[in-house]
C-alpha cells in the first residue's frame, strides 16, 4: 500500500511476534511466549526497527481488543497488557486490533470471508461486505469437554498428531461454513501448511497478510470506517 506516513505493524502470537515497518524488506521475529510481557516486547520491537523510523503503529493482539485496548490478559503470554499504556510507551498514535482480524484483513477480497488462524491457539473473524468483526470462537466448548482451540490449535496438533488434527480442522471448518454461511473460508497461521489438503470451498491465507492488514488499519479506508475495527 502507497501511503506517505510511516507505521509499523507488531503481529504478537502465542510463539513469536513479528515487526515490520515501512522500508523493510523483511519482517524481524522475536520469540514470545509465557513470560513476555508487553514492556519486554515493546522494548525489543523497538530495537528491532532503530534505523527505521515510524509515525504510526497497529498492533495485533491475540486475543478480544475493545475501543483500541486489550479485554483480558493473553492465554499464551505474560501478564500486564490490559493496563499497558501502548501509545506512551511507542511515543506513537497506535491501533490495536485482534490478530485474527488484522491478518483477516489483509486476506479479504471481498464479500462474506470467515477467516481461522490454525496458530499457537485458534483465531478467529469475520468480514461481511467490508465490515469486520473478530471473533471469539477459540474458547467455545467443541468436544469432550475441550474447546475448539484445544483441538485446532498448537496443543490439539502435538496431542492428537497431524493426521487427526486435520480430521478436525476439516470437521470445524464444515461446522462454521454452516453456521456464519460465509462465501469463502481462509486458513492462516503457521500451522496452516501443515495440511496435506486444504477442506474445499477454503484458501490459505498467508502470515504476511497481517502485516497488509496492519498497513491497511491506517489507510484512507478505514479512517472512513469501512471497516469497523
Not at 484483513?105 to 464479500?111: E, K
Request: charged share 25%; glycine share 14%.
Amino acid at each position: 500500500m502507497k501511503t506517505s506516513r510511516r507505521i509499523l505493524v507488531i503481529d504478537v502470537g502465542g510463539t513469536h511476534v513479528k515487526i515490520l515497518a515501512t522500508g523493510m524488506k523483511q519482517p524481524i521475529i522475536i520469540p514470545s511466549g509465557p513470560t513476555l510481557t508487553p514492556g519486554e516486547m515493546i522494548r525489543q520491537a523497538k530495537s528491532a526497527v532503530k534505523d527505521f523510523p515510524f509515525d504510526l503503529v497497529s498492533i495485533g493482539y491475540p486475543g478480544p481488543v475493545v475501543h483500541g485496548r486489550p479485554l483480558h490478559e493473553p492465554y499464551n503470554l505474560g501478564r500486564g497488557w490490559v493496563a499497558f499504556d501502548f501509545r506512551k510507551a511507542l511515543g506513537r498514535p497506535v491501533k490495536m486490533i485482534n490478530d485474527a482480524a488484522m491478518q483477516a484483513l489483509g486476506s479479504y477480497q471481498g464479500g462474506r470471508m470467515l477467516f481461522l488462524g490454525l496458530g499457537t491457539g485458534l483465531g478467529s473473524a469475520m468480514i461481511a461486505d467490508g465490515v469486520i468483526e473478530p471473533m471469539e470462537l477459540a474458547h467455545l466448548p467443541y468436544k469432550r469437554g475441550k474447546t475448539y482451540e484445544d483441538y485446532l490449535g498448537i496443543r490439539g496438533l502435538k496431542r492428537l498428531g497431524r493426521r487427526k488434527w486435520e480430521r478436525h480442522v476439516v470437521k470445524v471448518v464444515s461446522l462454521l461454513r454452516a453456521a456464519l454461511q460465509p462465501d469463502e473460508v481462509v486458513l492462516g497461521g503457521g500451522n496452516v501448511k501443515k495440511l496435506k489438503k486444504l477442506p474445499a470451498g477454503t484458501r490459505a491465507g498467508s502470515n504476511g497478510n497481517a502485516f497488509r492488514g496492519g498497513f491497511e488499519l491506517w489507510s484512507k479506508a478505514s479512517d472512513e470506517r469501512r471497516f469497523q475495527c
